[in-house]
């Protein structure tokens, strides 16, 4: 008869407490990994749209304010007699409008 090569040992309670708790560990992380992706998709989606409204109103207050600002700044052009009145106003003007069109667009094209 041949002899086994194989030496069988036995596990003590440290080694069987290291081996339990880490089979609990793997459970819980593939418990943690099976949760729902789509509810946290939602979930954002809603809270980004909610947000939104208020940031389009941001956007129309900071065109407001550049308004003003670049009203100012083409009246004291203009009283100076500078010659570039033209290309100030336009500048200021076209940045408010951007402001604006942008706000309304995505506002429209999202569907928020």
Known sequence: ??????????????????????????????AAMAQDGNAGINAANQKVRSYFDSGTQLMYAVGALLGLIGAVKVYQKWNAGDQDTGKVAAAWFGSCVFL???????????GV
Do not use: D, P
């Open 1 to 30: 008869m041949k002899m086994c090569k194989w030496k069988f040992r036995r596990i003590n309670r440290k080694q069987l407490f290291s081996v339990g708790a880490a089979l609990v560990l793997v459970s819980l992380h593939l």
């Open 100 to 110: 604006v069109v942008v706000a309304t667009v995505i506002k429209s094209f999202f």
